[in-house]
Nanobody, 126 residues
């Protein structure tokens, strides 16, 4: 298992930016792919994007493409979500997730990702 802790959420104005961080710990954390999901009130948890365990591949949902960027540090223990051009509809609790299985197997399905952080609130005002 991998332990995940998100940080960096808060309040932003529409058009602004925020950067979320996800610190991962665990014996084999560097071999895990990591991803971001979000959940707005009354809605299901949805995929935002992910990065492969070696950092070579990133995947984004259509709403995130061109606005959000996922990266990780060299040690592969911290993942970042840079969010630009924020919109009010980006308001949600953002969760970090990790999986020892490749994206081709877990995809955008939350229940297939094995480890989760506690979430961090992002609120975008219009």
């Amino acid at each position: 298992q991998v332990q995940l802790v998100e940080s960096g959420g808060g309040l932003a104005q529409a058009g602004g930016s925020l950067r979320l961080s996800c610190a991962a710990s665990g014996r084999t954390v560097s071999r895990y792919g990591m991803g971001w999901f979000r959940q707005a009130p009354g809605k299901e948890r949805e995929f935002v994007g992910s990065i492969s365990w070696n950092g070579d591949s990133t995947y984004y949902t259509d709403s995130a493409k061109g606005r959000f960027t996922i990266s990780q540090d060299n040690a592969k223990t911290t993942m970042y979500l840079q969010m630009n051009s924020l919109k009010p509809e980006d308001t949600a609790v953002y969760y970090c997730a990790a999986s020892s299985r490749p994206y081709t197997l877990v995809g955008q399905t939350p229940t297939l990702w094995g480890s989760w952080g506690q979430g961090t609130q992002v609120t975008v005002s219009s």
